[in-house]
């Protein structure tokens, strides 16, 4: 059974950085595409970024486009989100996901592309 925790989240002033990390619980993160997507209150859930296996190619949301940087370290199993010049839009639980297969394009951009899901962590930026 996949499972994928999200850590790194927290309170952050308007105009600063936050990184969030994604980790799985076993080597499941290899080969697949993995995403975070965020869901603000009252809101549904948005994709922000996606990055390949093993990480060449990487595609972001217009609204982070230039503020937030996706990564992966395949040697811990993990893929990061580093958030710069933060706005209180960008408020929201954050939640990383894999790819349903490891075939096909690297650009997964909808809820419906992934098939295992983190918790979430939660992203507060105030301002």
């Known amino acids: 059974q996949v499972q994928l925790v999200e850590s790194g989240g927290g309170l952050v002033q308007a105009g600063g950085s936050l990184r969030v990390s994604c980790a799985a619980s076993?080597?499941?993160?290899?080969?697949?595409?993995v995403g975070w997507f965020r869901q603000a209150p009252g809101k549904e859930r948005e994709f922000v970024a996606c990055?390949?296996?093993?990480?060449?190619?990487?595609d972001y949301a217009d609204s982070v486009k230039g503020r937030f940087a996706i990564s992966r370290d395949n040697a811990k199993n993990t893929v990061h989100l580093q958030m710069n010049s933060l706005k209180p839009e960008d408020t929201a639980v954050y939640y990383c996901?894999?790819?349903?297969?490891?075939?096909?394009?690297?650009?997964?951009?909808?809820?419906?592309?992934?098939?295992?899901w983190g918790r979430g962590t939660q992203v507060t930026v105030s301002s």
């Open positions: 996901a894999q790819a349903r297969t490891p075939w096909g394009s690297y650009r997964r951009v909808q809820v419906e592309d992934y098939n295992y």
């Open positions: 990055i390949s296996w093993p990480g060449g190619n990487t």
């Open positions: 076993i080597s499941s993160l290899s080969s697949y595409t």
